[in-house]
């Protein structure tokens, strides 16, 4: 069973840093995709960021390219998410959530996530 466990959340100031890790495991083979959603009070959950199993190839939505940042520790079996220059509106719920039996990020969404890690809190102060 895949288990994900996502943490490093907290308060922040705008223009400020902060590093996601999602723990994963119970991966039994490399075709999945595993990346970070979030939730903002009042709003659909959206796909951020995303890394392939297979060849670690990574997608972004365009509102996040040069500020966020996915990427892996295979050896730890983690994923991150680093996020520079934070805005208030980058305050949210982020999840961590993987898809299996896919070897792209083609198609990451809500409706085809299979797995899905308790979310963490970000909040960005202005």
């Known amino acids: 069973e895949v288990q994900l466990q996502a943490s490093g959340g907290g308060l922040v100031q705008a223009g400020g840093s902060l590093r996601l890790s999602c723990a994963a495991s119970g991966f039994t083979h490399e075709d999945y995709a595993i990346g970070w959603f979030r939730q903002a009070p009042g709003k659909e959950r959206e796909a951020l960021s995303c890394?392939?199993?297979?060849?670690?190839?990574?997608s972004y939505i365009n509102s996040m390219k040069g500020r966020f940042t996915i990427s892996t520790d295979n050896a730890e079996n983690t994923v991150y998410l680093q996020m520079n220059s934070l805005e208030p509106e980058d305050t949210a719920v982020y999840y961590c959530a993987a898809r299996i039996k896919t070897m792209t990020c083609i198609n990451f969404s809500s409706a085809r996530i299979n797995y899905w890690g308790k979310g963490t809190q970000v909040t960005v102060s202005s």
């Open positions: 890394i392939s199993g297979s060849d670690g190839s990574t």
